[in-house]
């Protein structure tokens, strides 16, 4: 089993940032995706970015050049790092951990980010 547990969401006004933070828990070995999701009210869950055991990153179109995933010194921890925010921004952000075996994916509980305009 593996435990998320998200920190950093807030209101901030447009053009500004925020630094999310994701700490995971429990058997790690297994894992070899960390990811960001978002829901905004009334939308389907959406990938923001990820990151593979390699290091290798991906971000989705919508938050690219404005938003970095990164992983911190230690294997359990992974950010977020957003800058120039958008009120089209606004959502819960999630953090995910996928296990490479067979695909399972866990959440945490999320975090609010708000941007305003």
């Known amino acids: 089993q593996v435990q998320l547990a998200e920190s950093g969401g807030g209101l901030v006004q447009a053009g500004g940032s925020l630094r999310l933070s994701c700490a995971a828990s429990?058997?790690?070995?297994?894992?070899?995706?960390m990811a960001w999701y978002r829901q905004a009210p009334g939308n389907e869950r959406e990938l923001v970015a990820r990151?593979?055991?390699?290091?290798?990153?991906e971000v989705a179109d919508s938050v690219k050049g404005r938003f970095t995933i990164s992983r911190g010194n230690a294997k359990n921890l992974v950010y977020l790092q957003m800058v120039s925010l958008k009120p089209e921004d606004t959502a819960v952000y999630y953090c995910?951990?996928?296990?490479?075996?067979?695909?399972?994916?866990?959440w945490g509980k999320g975090t609010l980010v708000t941007v305003s305009s």
């Open positions: 990151i593979i055991s390699t290091g290798t990153t």
């Open positions: 429990g058997f790690m070995g297994n894992i070899n995706t």
């Open positions: 995910s951990a996928r296990r490479g075996v067979d695909g399972m994916n866990y």
